[in-house]
């Protein structure tokens, strides 16, 4: 089970990202999963910038607070070759 936090690090690819407006979450971090279910079938999202990135999976994600408190998002989806640019 991996825990991430939400925080400025110095290693920015374990930075987690909030919007709290969107329809689903998303991390190409497969390694914050508490739990996986993988899709069989192929699933793409499409992004601002109108490519279609593979949706392989979903499950819950673990993230610890600034107040140190740990909150469970549930139904996070993993996505390949999801990064920031």
Known sequence: ???IA??????ESDIWFVDSG?????????KWFRNFREYKIG?????GDDRGY?????GDVL???PNENT?????VCYVLDIRRT
Do not use: C, R, W
């Open 71 to 75: 909150k469970n998002i549930s139904y």
């Open 1 to 3: 089970m991996a825990e």
């Open 22 to 30: 969107v329809s689903s979450h998303m991390t190409g971090k497969k």
């Open 6 to 11: 939400l925080a400025i690090e110095e290693d």
């Open 54 to 58: 593979k949706i392989k999976g979903h």
């Open 43 to 47: 699933v793409k999202v499409y992004l």
């Open 63 to 65: 993230v610890t607070l």
